[in-house]
C-alpha cells in the first residue's frame, strides 16, 4: 500500500471530532431550552386549568342557590382569589361573572366565565 492509500484509512482528525462536538453541543443546548420553556408551559397552563375549575365550582354555587339568592362573593382558594359579580340583564335574566385572579411572578394573571341564569 503506499502513503496516499494509508492516510484515508487513518480516521478522524482532531478538528474533525470538534467540529462534531460544536455541533453536539449546540443541539443539546437547543434541546436544554426547548424542555425548560416546556416545563415552565406546563406548570402556567396547570395554574389556568385550576383557576378555571375555581370558577366553574363559584359559578355552580351560584346557580345552585336560584335566581332568588344570586349575591356578589368573594374569597379565596388555595392561592386563586375570585370575585362573583351580578347584573341583571332584564327582569327575568341575571348575568353572572366570576374572576379568578393569581400571581405568576411579579404578574397577576385572570381568568373569567360569564352565565346567564333566568327567574323561573
Known amino acids: ?6 492516510r484515508r484509512m ?9 467540529v462534531a462536538l460544536v455541533f453536539i453541543a449546540i443541539g443539546v443546548m437547543a434541546l436544554s431550552g426547548l424542555q425548560t420553556r416546556s416545563s415552565s408551559d406546563v406548570y402556567r397552563t396547570g395554574r389556568q386549568s385550576r383557576a378555571l375549575t375555581v ?9 345552585a342557590g ?7 362573593d368573594t374569597g379565596s382558594v388555595d392561592q386563586f382569589d375570585y370575585i362573583t359579580s351580578i347584573a341583571d340583564v332584564n327582569p327575568t335574566l341575571r348575568s353572572v361573572t366570576v374572576t379568578v385572579r393569581w400571581r ?3 404578574d397577576t394573571t ?11
Open 10 to 18: 487513518d480516521g478522524f482528525t482532531l478538528i474533525e471530532v470538534m
Open 66 to 72: 336560584g335566581y332568588d339568592a344570586l349575591a356578589p
Open 55 to 63: 370558577a366553574q365550582e363559584r359559578l355552580e354555587v351560584a346557580r
Open 1 to 6: 500500500m503506499t502513503d496516499r492509500t494509508m
Open 110 to 120: 385572570s381568568v373569567r366565565l360569564q352565565t346567564l341564569v333566568a327567574d323561573r
Open 104 to 106: 405568576e411572578g411579579l
